[in-house]
């Protein structure tokens, strides 16, 4: 009764400054929902996945707050669904034998500091966005609401073609974030974790998150200019693998088990844990191949070939020193980008 009396007001409210809008966040009863979002559909002969979107529909009784809610929710319990495994792993000293970057701990000071960043920005900066996500799905030609659901070897296609699209736009975004001002104002936070933790896949500046996050979401947009096909739910399940390949990036593990040593094209926390370390090379996300053509890998394969070179039983400390080499490299590189606004003005 208190939620509908608050949602009263706040509809209220809202109309007296803005009636457009209003008029968009009026809910209706599951009669006259299910007559305006599926006519005369059969839901009956639906699969049970599509009759439970459909039914969910209709319980909220408007599309655009249903899409806000479910888009939201979806963000929030994937990424730190994802994290929290990779923190318990963590403390497990068993695992530890996979750790990248063994030397280093991550103190539950920076955890949770990482935490309130990471919610202060979901909450401030995404959720708005997102709970626009609908009227712009319909503007693109999205649908949302619809049913029944896209075949799965279209979904899959679709998904393909976003992780491509994202991985290009990310890598030319992120070295164009490594550049000295941008660095120095936006991207420097991230790299606050010289050996990254999952929870820290999302832990940057406002205008890193609203920047690189246009690789995410640009990709359906621009694919519903040429083909009106796309399901929403296709794109929550690429949302869904996203996070899961940021935060795995992340984790600072690199596991027999791991996908990149069954694609060998595949980045994983291998490539990404390297760019944290020594602050250049590796800005890919997904996939290895731009930074393969382009040469933007060339201090990953001689730090690899170095430890590799050395013998079984020398090799620990062989990759020992050679982090700190890298490190110390990485921490000269990263001097030399903050401080590129006086070398200019000089």
């Known amino acids: 009764m208190a939620a509908q009396q608050l949602y009263e007001s706040a509809l209220a409210f809202v109309g007296k400054h803005s009636p457009e809008l209003a008029e968009q966040l009026v809910i209706t009863n599951a009669t006259q929902t299910q007559a305006m979002l599926y006519g005369d559909i059969n839901l009956d002969a639906l699969s049970w996945f599509e009759r439970l979107w459909a039914n969910y529909y209709i319980y909220m009784g408007n599309a655009i707050l249903a899409t806000g809610l479910m888009s939201f929710l979806l963000h929030e319990i994937v990424y730190f669904g994802r994290c929290i495994p990779w923190l318990i792993i963590d403390e497990i000293p068993w695992f530890h034998q996979w750790k990248l970057q063994p030397t280093k701990k ?33 503007y693109f030609g999205m649908s949302t609401f619809e049913v029944p659901f896209s075949p799965l070897w279209l979904m899959a296609c679709q998904i393909a073609f976003f992780f491509v699209f994202e991985d290009t736009f990310h890598y030319w975004a992120h070295r164009g974030l490594h550049w000295g001002p941008l660095y120095k104002n936006i991207h420097k936070l991230h790299h606050e974790f010289s050996a990254p933790i999952g929870l820290a896949a999302e832990y940057a500046h406002p205008m890193e998150v609203m920047i690189l996050a246009q690789g995410t979401i640009s990709g359906p947009f621009l694919y519903c200019l040429f083909r009106q096909d796309l399901h929403i739910l296709t794109v929550y399940i690429w949302v869904t693998l996203r996070l899961f390949q940021a935060v795995d990036a992340h984790s600072g593990y690199d596991f027999p088990w791991s996908l990149r040593h069954f694609l060998p094209f595949w980045a994983g926390a291998d490539h990404h844990d390297f760019h944290h370390m020594a602050f250049v090379n590796c800005f890919s996300t997904s996939f290895r191949w731009w930074d ?39 921490i000269a590189a990263e001097r030399e980008v903050v401080s590129y606004d006086k070398v200019k003005a000089q």
């Open 292 to 330: 393969y053509c382009l040469g933007t890998d060339n201090k990953y394969h001689a730090y690899k070939e170095r430890v590799a070179s050395a013998k079984a039983g020398d090799r620990a400390a062989v990759e020992a020193s050679e982090m700190k080499k890298v490190e110390a490299d990485g």
């Open 106 to 138: 991550t103190t539950w000071a920076q955890i949770w500091k990482c935490t309130r960043v990471v919610l202060l920005t979901h909450f401030t900066c995404e959720a708005p966005l997102i709970w626009l996500f609908h009227p712009i799905c319909c």
